[in-house]
């Protein structure tokens, strides 16, 4: 991929405003790291303190132009998981809730439990923030690729037989990135009394760094789920695409978040009511543009990441702490430098 120069010019600007954005974070203008919810998370982001006098100037900037330069050339190292030969024998079902970067997370902790158990799992549906938003499951994303995709691995229905829904689901609260000891210890036992289950997933910590498994069959169910799962359907896909190309073309001369929407699908993207759909489009451009450069640590920051990582754009700029002998390298996310984002476990 050959560098525009804009770009080189627009990651000399990106260090300009980590040197303010620390200065101002070491004025008290925004809250502290922890504060951030940095430590609790366990997202990586490079340190960010600097020194009142820090300038652009003592940052050594010689080779950027190559860090941008290539995508990094990555295979899969893991192969789909052997069909499933018996039948089901039970349900799975859960929502998608909280926006697109925690989808990919519950998609991938749901298709693990249902593979695990050998229970069938039912699609969700999207619940937004605001009470009764609700949507369906092929609103947003491709459900003819999703159930494609795991075919094989889980089954997959729209809906609930009647005589299933007229049950009550047994409910249980799954931490993310859900653990074979988790199921096998306090969801097994209550799937062999109640083979109707609904799960929630909970967000105590969104760490993406790699955990050492021993179960080869569940760590490819999840690195399929996780990066084969969740896509949009085709026509919010051209959509991002077309405002991708668009912001390589309009550079600087852009407007703003609204001016890269084609016209037809403005209405339909700036609903507030719209805000998942919205926050979608943007997961999949930073994940598909030339540079990324996240805002602020947190899952949206991770799952780029592994999404980028996967197709080999590991170009991600994040802040550090400035100083004399401060090389370009030191921007590049410590999740790329030091290989230490999940995907890498599916990814090499």
Request: charged share 25%.
């Amino acid at each position: 991929m050959a560098v525009d120069p804009r770009q080189v010019v627009a990651g000399f600007l990106t260090l300009s405003m980590f040197v303010m954005l620390g200065n101002m974070i070491k004025h008290d203008h925004f809250s502290s790291s922890t504060e951030l919810g940095m430590e609790v998370t366990g997202v990586e982001f490079n340190t960010m303190k600097l020194d009142d006098d820090a300038e652009m100037n003592n940052v050594n900037v010689g080779g950027l132009e190559n860090l941008m330069d290539a995508d990094e050339e990555v295979k899969p190292c893991w192969t789909k998981p052997s069909p499933k030969t018996q039948p089901s024998n039970g349900f799975v079902t859960f929502s998608l809730t909280m926006g697109p970067e925690y989808h990919i997370s519950q998609i991938t902790d749901a298709v693990v439990v249902a593979r695990y158990l050998g229970a069938t799992l039912v699609l969700p549906d999207i619940r937004g923030n605001e009470l009764g938003n609700k949507r369906k499951f092929q609103d947003i994303y491709n459900v003819d690729k999703f159930i494609r995709n795991l075919d094989g691995v889980v089954e997959v229905i729209e809906e609930l037989p009647d005589e299933v829904s007229a049950k009550k689901p047994a409910v249980i609260r799954v931490p993310n990135r859900v653990t074979e000891g988790f199921i096998r210890d306090t969801i097994e036992p209550t799937f062999q009394t109640n083979n109707y289950l609904r799960l929630a997933v909970i967000f105590s910590s969104v760490s993406l760094r790699p955990k050492e498994t021993n179960n080869k069959d569940l760590d490819a169910t999840a690195c399929l789920a996780m990066f084969s799962g969740l896509e949009l359907k085709h026509e919010y896909s051209e959509v991002a695409r077309k405002m991708s190309d668009r912001l390589k073309e309009l550079s600087k001369k852009s407007d703003g978040k609204d001016d890269i929407i084609p016209a037809k699908k403005k209405g339909e993207f700036l609903k507030s009511s719209n805000a998942d759909l919205a926050r979608a489009l943007d997961l999949e451009i930073c994940s598909q543009s030339d540079v990324f450069i996240p805002a602020v640590p947190g899952l949206f920051y991770g799952h780029v990441t592994g999404r980028r990582i996967a197709l080999g754009h590991t170009q991600i700029l994040v802040p550090y702490q400035s100083s004399a002998s401060t090389q370009a390298s030191d921007f590049i996310s410590t999740y790329i430098s030091n290989k230490n984002h999940l995907a890498y476990k599916c990814y090499c």
